[in-house]
């Protein structure tokens, strides 16, 4: 341990709460995965909250501060929380958020009234006890990192082992459950690694950090892949990254350790949902405008083909008024053709090069086939139910199925 | 019993009031831990008020709060309304973000200062009497007269949306069809809860806020189908909760809010326990 340390370039803290911050940020990253596709994104929230109760029965019981006994007090109380919020939804009234948010209250109100009870008593010794979970970012030693190391290799092995009915129950557990697959147990068990991880967790970083260590990963990781054997470790090395980018930053800029990695990991999902390659906000906006101008320049193509086929070639003025789209869109369309080379002018008349008749036929023919398609594609035998894309019909079901529909045509 | 018990009980079933109006519509939404998330986000809100007015006074820290509480029920709406993120996670990416930024405004500019936050915002409801003030003759809290104003207000907006606010909790899609805009209504709601939160966190606490705004109404949820019935039980369960609560802490000499939020969990789980033996005594054995 003492080598690895010596082995990372900065001063012993920093190296110990940079290393911490990976381990964290591996474990949180790949049980986080878990937690957000069962829309339990919150339960980190409700477990550190519940650990107040937890923290106080174990003082009550012990009548000492003293680590071990606190900490095992708080993940007792973790784990009966956990137990409760899978009861509540097994009701099947109460959804995820809520029975997360009926035992966060509970837990929490149950631990003010336990405080003031142990008060009450007037011990000298119980002052700070609510203060023993929250907000301690920066005393991180060696033991915790090994603990949560421990702790992070087991629930990966448990991960890797249970993969395939892990994969099963998240996207289909009434599949899951009927075909034998031991879905209790396993939520049983991913529910009490996430517990441990919690409470050793949040003595770390904090309650609300916690929570942004589980989430965030997961979330930015999830707009990367659409798989889960690539969105697990996606998320565990994106938890590091953020974990230990943040340490970094905080340490070189002397800012608080938690805050930094939440802002750290929070800037990664903005830029994962904006950017995300197929699937991104900005992406999506790029497609929906290409797709529009595609669609604009096609019709007015054909608008442009059968007002010459019907008559002289139309001035600008004249198209707009045969065609039923609005003239600034036509004259948008027109543009665009003419940029693409489709379109010659004689004068203010318009009519179509070369290029533009063979892409106004191609257009035309492919309008025909669709009109085929609507009447005659329900005798067609085709191997999957999906509709087929009407810009593209030869395309989406195939030459074959193609000819056997123009032969059904004739 | 005392003024001041009066004063404490009356205030505690406003805030149950307003909560019980909108906690059915968060549960219904899947958001209900909007209060909790509101409980941290303000944070920088408090302390951007701290540092260009170097006040403490309730007033402009509400308004702070309010500001940042609303700027974190939007970008929780944004970042779900993209669709790729549900939200629940959209709740718990935004709320940490703004808390740590507090974190960051609190140790950079006013560490040489006692800005304790534990007692600027969340507010504690045995002393909700120590400020009163007269309006009209009348001699009420000031916690009481702020949270009357924002009953009303909430109660205006159910009663006038309903229609509306049902719709688009069950079937955003349809009301898109006829002509109710899921997207605003969402943000109408949110905004409100925003405020709300923001005024009874002040006077009586973020835990009891939190806590009457989601359990009341899940237990309500548990009782019946009906949305107007949901509500009524929800503001009824937060009644019970809030007046049994008192009486409960001055019994054990416990901490008010946690006494009020134990009675809520308990009527909680009867309403749970009973649901099930109703169900099972309901199917064929």
């Not at chain 1, 329900?378 to 056997?404: C, H, Q, T, Y």
Request: aromatic fraction near 6%; glycine fraction near 10%.
């Amino acid at each position: 341990m003492d080598r690895l340390i010596d082995l990372i370039p900065l001063p012993y803290t920093d190296a110990v709460v940079a290393l911490g911050a990976l381990v964290l940020g591996v474990v949180a990253g790949v049980l986080g995965v878990v937690a957000v596709l069962r829309e339990r994104s919150l339960v980190g929230d409700a477990l550190s909250h519940a650990a107040l109760p937890g923290v106080c029965v174990a003082f009550l019981l012990t009548g000492v501060k003293e680590a071990g006994g606190l900490l095992a007090g708080a993940a007792c109380a973790g784990i009966v929380a956990a137990v409760c919020i899978v009861l509540i939804e097994r009701g099947g009234r109460i959804r995820s958020d809520a029975a997360i948010g009926v035992v966060l209250s509970s837990a929490f109100s149950l631990g003010i009234v336990l405080l003031t009870a142990i008060s009450n008593r007037h011990d000298a010794d119980q002052a700070g006890l609510e203060r023993y979970l929250f907000g301690q970012a920066a005393g991180l030693s060696e033991h915790d990192v090994v603990v949560t190391g421990a702790l992070g290799l087991a629930g990966l092995l448990l991960v890797a082992v249970g993969f395939r009915a892990l994969k099963t129950a998240l996207f289909d557990a009434d599949y899951a459950a009927a075909a034998g697959l031991p879905v209790r147990a396993l939520d049983v068990g991913m529910t009490a690694l996430l517990v441990i991880a919690v409470v050793v967790g949040v003595r770390m970083v904090g309650a609300i950090l916690m929570v942004a260590m589980l989430v965030s990963p997961a979330v930015a990781a999830r707009q990367l892949t659409d798989r889960l054997s690539r969105l697990l470790p996606l998320a565990g090395v994106l938890g590091a990254a953020i974990g230990v980018a943040g340490a970094l930053l905080s340490a070189r800029e002397e800012l608080p350790t938690g805050p930094t990695i939440v802002l750290v990991g929070f800037a990664v999902v903005v830029a994962s949902i904006a950017f995300a390659p197929g699937r991104g906000v900005l992406w999506s906006a790029a497609q929906l405008r290409r797709d529009r101008r595609r669609a604009l320049v096609e019709s007015v193509l054909v608008d442009l083909a059968t007002a010459l086929e019907a008559g002289p070639p139309p001035t600008e003025a004249e198209l707009c008024d045969l065609s039923p789209r609005p003239p600034r869109e036509l004259r948008r369309g027109v543009r665009a053709l003419d940029r693409a080379g489709l379109l010659g002018r004689d004068g203010d008349r318009l009519r179509l090069t070369e290029a533009g008749a063979a892409a106004a036929r191609r257009q035309l023919a492919r309008r025909d086939e669709w009109s085929l398609w609507l009447e005659h594609g329900w005798r067609l035998r085709l191997p999957d139910a999906r509709e087929p894309d009407p810009r593209d019909l030869e395309r989406s079901i195939g030459p074959e199925a193609m000819a056997e529909l123009r032969a059904l045509a004739r | 019993m005392s003024t001041a018990d009066w004063q404490i009980m009356l205030t505690a079933a406003l805030v149950a009031t307003a909560c019980g109006l909108l906690g059915p519509f968060l549960v219904l939404r899947r958001v209900a831990l909007l209060g909790d998330a509101v409980s941290h986000a303000v944070l920088p809100g408090i302390v951007v008020v701290f540092l260009i007015f170097e006040t403490r006074a309730p007033l402009p820290v509400i308004g702070g709060a309010a500001v940042f509480a609303v700027l974190c029920v939007l970008l929780i709406d944004a970042l779900r309304s993209t669709g790729l993120v549900k939200a629940d996670a959209a709740i718990g990416l935004v709320f940490p973000a703004l808390f740590s930024l507090g974190v960051l405004g609190v140790q950079q500019w006013t560490a040489n200062i006692h800005l304790d936050l534990d007692a600027t915002i969340y507010g504690e409801i045995a002393f909700v009497p120590l400020q009163p003030w007269v309006i009209a003759g009348v001699e009420l809290p000031r916690a009481a007269w702020e949270l009357l104003v924002v009953v009303a207000a909430d109660l205006l907006l159910v009663v006038a949306l309903w229609k509306e606010l049902k719709l688009t909790s069950f079937d955003p899609e349809f009301a898109r069809t006829v002509r109710i805009a899921p997207a605003l209504l969402s943000r109408v709601l949110l905004v409100a809860v925003a405020i709300t939160a923001v005024t009874a966190f002040e006077s009586v606490g973020a835990i009891l806020v939190v806590t009457l705004l989601i359990v009341p109404a899940a237990t309500a949820r548990l009782l019946t189908d009906r949305l107007w019935a949901t509500v009524a039980l929800a503001v009824a369960v937060g009644w019970v909760s809030a007046l049994g609560g008192y009486g409960v802490a001055v019994e054990l000499d416990a901490s008010i809010a946690g006494a009020m939020g134990l009675v809520a969990a308990v009527c909680f789980v009867v309403a749970f326990a009973g649901r099930r033996v109703l169900e099972r005594r309901g199917s064929p054995a």
